[in-house]
């Protein structure tokens, strides 16, 4: 089993968009390393790069310390990493059984699919989450049958069905409900005794501060910052992600430069935009059609806007 994986120095375009332009991430055996960044900062692409499904177009990946190159998922199950995506990789037509061992499908000494086998080690990895499903799943139920939260389930049983030593949870926790984030932070906490490595990619602070043990912050497609996350707090985290803190500042009402800067700015459109509120924020804040925000002359994710005003709007 390897103990550690590097992502140094990485490039990936997409035509003539940069998602990645100096992309770093360490992580080690039992630890949980939280990726983080706003909406488009290059989170997904560096997974995607690790696991093999993107070819990097500059930088360079080490396992323990020796170059690696990762041509395609399968390279990149066999060295043992296994990631669970934002998109699922599911077929609706199959069954939960089909869905997770597809292609994988264990053998009888006839070299036919050992049909008892794949029931009970499915039956087994469905036991994980057992006590968490809304419906009565079992091997044999079809995936286009199930809810949104119990598809994530299989698509992370799914992954860790071949017993990967790293494994990249990217935004798994955003269809599950809170008794299912509980189950898989023990599951999370149950894989770093066993010597795994897990990646845990996040908007949802609270979840990052109480499973991970260090972080790693891409902004704009560049590492800004890493650590152990001990030593960091929330608003710093926020910063890093944004570069300052003018959004909040503006959600506010602390910058009447920024307010000034905004009607500027939307005053030069030809096409007045919806108004979008954060919260229970009073202020309106100028968006365009295609959902970015503009603060202060440039331009920032809805989500900054909307994770900000949870945050602490209330301290004022």
């Known amino acids: 089993m390897a103990e550690s994986l590097s992502a140094r120095n ?52 080490l396992l323990d310390g020796k170059p690696v190159n ?7 199950r066999n060295m043992g990493i296994a990631t669970v995506f934002q998109e699922l990789s599911l077929i609706p037509q199959l069954t939960v059984a089909e869905n997770i061992w597809l292609t994988r499908e264990p053998l009888n000494s006839f070299g036919l699919v050992d049909r008892k086998t794949v029931q009970t080690r499915t039956s087994e990895l469905l036991a994980l989450f057992e006590g968490t499903f809304k419906t009565d799943l079992h091997p044999d139920a079809p995936v286009a049958s199930l809810p949104p939260d119990e598809k994530q389930i299989i698509e992370i049983l799914k992954a860790i069905s071949s017993d990967p030593w790293l ?25 770093k005794e066993q010597g795994k490595a897990i990646v ?5 602070m609270e979840e990052i501060f109480r499973i991970a043990d260090k972080f790693t912050v891409l902004r704009n497609g560049k590492m800004v910052g890493a650590g152990n996350i001990k030593d960091i707090n929330e608003k710093q985290l ?10 909040l500042g503006f959600l506010r009402g602390e910058s009447k430069t920024e307010e000034k800067e905004i009607k500027q700015v939307s005053s ?16 309106s804040v100028e968006a365009n059609w295609w959902g ?17 005003a949870r945050l602490n709007i209330q301290e004022g």
């Open 10 to 61: 990485i490039v990936k375009h997409y035509g003539g968009v940069v998602a990645l332009s100096d992309g770093n991430l360490e992580v080690r055996a039992r630890e949980v390393v939280a990726l983080i960044g706003a909406n488009g900062s290059g989170k997904s692409t560096m997974s995607k790069v690790i696991n093999g499904v993107v070819v990097l177009d500059g930088g360079q990946l």
């Open 268 to 283: 030069k459109r030809k096409t007045s935009p919806p108004n979008f509120y954060a919260g229970s924020v009073s202020r």
């Open 70 to 76: 990762f041509s395609s998922p399968q390279t990149a």
């Open 167 to 191: 494994v990249i949870l990217d935004e798994s926790t955003a269809s599950l409900d809170s008794r299912q984030v509980q189950r898989l932070f023990e599951l999370v906490a149950k894989w």
């Open 238 to 247: 926020v910063k890093l992600m944004i570069e300052k803190e003018s959004v």
């Open 200 to 204: 845990f990619v996040s908007h949802r």
């Open 292 to 308: 970015w925000v503009v603060c202060a002359g440039r331009v920032n994710g809805i989500f900054c806007c909307l994770y900000l």
